[in-house]
T-cell receptor, first 112, second 116 residues
Framework: GDSVTQMEGPVTLSEEAFLTINCTYT??????LFWYVQYPGEGLQLLLK?????DKGSNKGFEATYRKETTSFHLEKGSVQVSDSAVYFC???????????FGTGTRLTIIP | DTEVTQTPKHLVMGMTNKKSLKCEQH?????MYWYKQKAKKPPELMFV???????INESVPSRFSPECPNSSLLNLHLHALQPEDSALYLC???????????????FGPGTRLTVT
C-alpha cells in the first residue's frame, strides 16, 4: 500500500536557522506530494505541493522537490521564524485514489 | 477563495445527545471528506463523498452518520457517542482526481468535540 515516512520530532531550532524535515514515500501508483502545516488549535493548511518528478513546490520561503529516484520530498527553509512553529505533515495521494496518506507529523518549535 | 468553513468550532455533548457538525465549501469541489484527528496524530479518514454520493466509509461506527445534502454542504450526524470519540473533526474538499493528476485537499478549521 501507500505510506509516508516522516522525520520524527519534536524539532527545536533557533530563529534564522536552516530547516530540513525529511519525508520519504512508497506509492502503488504515481503520487502527488504535499506538505501541510497545522498551527495550534487550527485545521491543516496546504503549504506546498508537487505533482510530478523534479517539480519544486514553494511557498512562504519553504521549498520541497519531488525526487522520484530517491522517493523523497524533503521540506526546507533557509531561515526559520518563531511564527513557523507548528506541526508539519507530509502527505501523498495517488491518481484514482481519493485518500490522502499522511506521515506521522513533525512538531517544530522555533525559539527566539 | 480556498475556504472551507465548519460549525460549530467547539461542541460538548453527553453520550445520549444527538448533534450535527456542518461543513461548507464554495470552490465548486465535487469531493468532500470527514477526518478525525486525535492529539499529536495525523488526521484519519472517516468518509468520502464524490459527486454527492458516499464513495468511502472507513469502517466507521454507525453512531457517526454522514450526509451530503448538495455539492457545497457536508454534515456529520452524531448519536450515542463515547468519550473516546472526543477529537478534532476536520472537513476537507478537493477537485475530483482526473486521469493525469491527483488534487490537493483543502481543510476547514475543524470542530473540537468533547464527549462527556
Amino acid at each position: 500500500g501507500d505510506s509516508v515516512t516522516q522525520m520524527e520530532g519534536p524539532v527545536t531550532l533557533s530563529e534564522e536557522a536552516f530547516l530540513t524535515i525529511n519525508c520519504t514515500y512508497t506509492a502503488t501508483g504515481y503520487p502527488s506530494l504535499f506538505w501541510y502545516v497545522q498551527y495550534p488549535g487550527e485545521g491543516l493548511q496546504l503549504l506546498l505541493k508537487a505533482t510530478k518528478a523534479d517539480d519544486k513546490g514553494s511557498n512562504k520561503g519553504f521549498e520541497a522537490t519531488y525526487r522520484k529516484e530517491t522517493t523523497s520530498f524533503h521540506l526546507e527553509k533557509g531561515s526559520v521564524q518563531v511564527s513557523d512553529s507548528a506541526v508539519y505533515f507530509c502527505a501523498l495521494s495517488v491518481i484514482g485514489n481519493e485518500k490522502l496518506t499522511f506521515g506521522t507529523g513533525t512538531r517544530l518549535t522555533i525559539i527566539p | 477563495d480556498t475556504e472551507v468553513t465548519q460549525t460549530p468550532k467547539h461542541l460538548v455533548m453527553g453520550m445520549t445527545n444527538k448533534k450535527s457538525l456542518k461543513c461548507e465549501q464554495h470552490m465548486g469541489h465535487r469531493a468532500m471528506y470527514w477526518y478525525k484527528q486525535k492529539a499529536k496524530k495525523p488526521p484519519e479518514l472517516m468518509f468520502v463523498y464524490s459527486y454527492e454520493k458516499l464513495s468511502i466509509n472507513e469502517s466507521v461506527p454507525s453512531r457517526f452518520s454522514p450526509e451530503c445534502p448538495n455539492s457545497s454542504l457536508l454534515n456529520l450526524h452524531l448519536h450515542a457517542l463515547q468519550p473516546e470519540d472526543s477529537a478534532l473533526y476536520l472537513c476537507a474538499s478537493s477537485q475530483d482526481s482526473d486521469r493525469d493528476i491527483s488534487y490537493e485537499q483543502y481543510f476547514g478549521p475543524g470542530t473540537r468535540l468533547t464527549v462527556t
